[in-house]
């Protein structure tokens, strides 16, 4: 007798009751710039569909995220010149233009979940996500510095906030510093297991964030490294933190799954600038479905043990799936 998987995936159907994965709107969270002014769309080349937006048109996007099913935004402030300094020192004005967008968007969407970045990359004049000093990015001077910027996306209303630096210790920082400040509801997405990735190219562009020189490998890690991936898992997670996050995602999608399997923690993973770039640039060339692959890239996130993921093509994967 011939043992026949197939029969498996005879029809629709049966294939649908078979399915492992699953992909739906409420796993996305959709990245966004923001950006000065009102009625400002400026369109970042490449990351085509996407652009830095001022507050305003901002709101618009979540809303029609919102209502599309996505439950969150994760936001980045793309900083003129002028507010950018050698210590980030706009990261911790509370009037700042994160704080504004933050106000601005739980005002209009109060159940929107807005998740912020922790670095110091938009507001350092050095481009890096730590504080320079002597020549090397100093753990110890920028840690504070995070804490100060979370308590202030804190107190703008931000549900979850997400160090994206690389910091040692910055996680079990933050918690203490939230507590103090009574925002013991306010959840840290960690991104645990941040790789130097050529795929941050475009975003980079985005926010004209490049580092001015060297670059981020004294912080973040060897594409070549699962242990140490394990390690900062272990780590993240005895600090206090509610979310574990693998970056990039596809490319590391067996890191992902290994975090899955070591922590008891949700997993986001994070669709990068360069893996939407990829995606679009083939699809604009009608080298592949563009629809297809994007839905795919997704669904195996998913199955890798993704829980969440942050996708600039959250929109359209929402209408897809609708
Ligand atoms: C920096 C940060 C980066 C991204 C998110 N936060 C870039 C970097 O580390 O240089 C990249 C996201 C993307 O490429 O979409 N704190």
Not at 214 to 219: R, S
Not at 239 to 245: F, H, I, N
Not at 283 to 311: H, P, S
């Amino acid at each position: 007798m011939l043992v026949r998987p197939r029969r498996n995936r005879l029809n629709a159907q049966i294939r649908g009751l078979v399915r492992e994965a699953t992909l739906s709107p409420h796993h996305l969270i959709l990245p966004m710039f923001v950006q000065d002014g009102e009625g400002k769309r400026t369109p970042i080349t490449s990351m085509p569909g996407q652009a830095r937006l001022s507050i305003d048109m901002l709101v618009e996007t979540a809303q029609q995220a919102f209502a599309l099913g996505v439950p969150g935004v994760a936001l980045f402030p793309a900083l003129t010149d002028e507010l950018k300094d050698s210590r980030g020192a706009e990261s911790t004005n509370s009037v700042g233009l994160l704080p504004r967008a933050v106000r601005a968007l739980k005002a209009a969407v109060p159940d929107l979940l807005v998740i912020t970045d922790v670095a110091l990359d938009p507001y350092s004049s050095d481009g890096h996500d730590g504080v320079l000093v002597n020549g090397h990015i100093d753990n110890d001077v920028t840690v504070p510095i995070l804490a100060e910027m979370a308590v202030a996306q804190a107190r703008a209303g931000a549900d979850i906030v997400a160090p994206s630096d690389m910091m040692d210790g910055r996680v079990a920082a933050i918690r203490t510093a939230l507590d103090a400040s009574g925002f013991t509801n306010v959840g840290i997405c960690s991104y645990c297991v941040k790789y130097a990735s050529a795929f941050y190219g475009p975003f980079r562009e985005a926010l004209d964030s490049a580092p001015r020189g060297g670059d981020k490998k004294t912080y973040q890690m060897d594409p070549a490294n699962m242990r140490e991936a394990l390690r900062e898992v272990r780590l993240d997670e005895a600090e206090g933190a509610d979310w574990l996050m693998v970056k990039p995602g596809l490319p590391y999608a067996d890191v992902i799954r290994q975090v899955r399997d070591l922590t008891a923690l949700p997993v986001a993973t994070y669709q990068v600038s360069g893996e939407y770039a990829m995606l679009k640039a083939a699809g604009q060339n009608g080298w592949l479905d563009y629809d297809y692959a994007l839905l795919e890239t997704l669904l195996c996130l998913r199955r890798a043990g993704a829980d969440i993921i942050f996708t600039y093509a959250a929109i359209e994967a929402a209408k897809l799936l609708g």
